[in-house]
Every structure is written in C-alpha cells, then in structure tokens.
C-alpha cells in the first residue's frame, strides 16, 4: 500500500490547511486511518484517528481545531486543520491502521509526509 500526503504549506497563526492522503487500492473503507506529526526535534505522535465505523480520537492538543475524514469514493483520508497554532508546526504523515480498544495502531510502511509550518 502507497501513502501519499499533500496539502501542507505555510501559514499564519489562526489560518487553515486541508492535508489528503491518498491510498493505493481501495482499502480506505476497510481500514482505520491516523495522522500522526513530527515536530522539530521532537517524536512523532499521533494526533487524530478515525476508526471504520467512523470512531474519531484526537490529541487533546488539537481537540476542537483538528478534523479527521475519509472519502471511500477518492481512497483517500483528509486532516482538516482549523486556528492553526506555531506549535502546529510538523512534518505530519498519513496512516492506515487498526483500532484495539481505543487505540490506534498504524501499519507499517508510512508516506513521505508533508510539511506545516505556521507563524505567528
């Protein structure tokens, strides 16, 4: 399976991004999906993940600005990203995965993500 991110940029504080993933074959209703980011010089974390019945985690982080989404039809999972904050700022990746529980376990094999940079 090939993951591939768009959608990052640079922007304000307090402006928007759409991020989309797209998913080779057409597993995207079959599988739970995550993003996760990585800031810089920090680890990577999870920060929104939609299960298959449509189940949706965040990070308390990004709680409240951050939207996690599919489209079946285009294989492909989107990061709507509302009052974008400076500490925002990651390399962000796309995941498909499964749900144990509540948690989310991403596949391996990841994308090569896509760069949010935001300013105050």
């Known amino acids: 399976v090939q993951l591939v991110e768009s959608g990052g940029g640079s922007v304000q504080a307090g402006e928007s991004l759409r991020l989309s993933c797209g998913v080779s074959?057409?597993?995207?209703?079959?599988?739970?999906a995550g993003w996760y980011r990585q800031p810089p010089g920090k680890q990577r974390e999870l920060v929104a993940a939609l299960s298959r019945g449509g189940r949706t985690e965040y990070a308390e982080s990004v709680k409240g600005r951050f939207t996690i989404s599919r489209d079946n039809g285009k294989n492909s999972n989107y990061l709507e990203m509302n009052s974008l904050k400076p500490e925002d700022t990651a390399v962000y990746y796309c995941t498909i995965g499964t749900f144990i529980g509540t948690a989310y376990y991403p596949n391996p094999g990841w994308g090569q993500g896509t760069q949010v940079t935001v300013s105050s």
């Open positions: 074959g057409s597993i995207v209703s079959i599988m739970a």
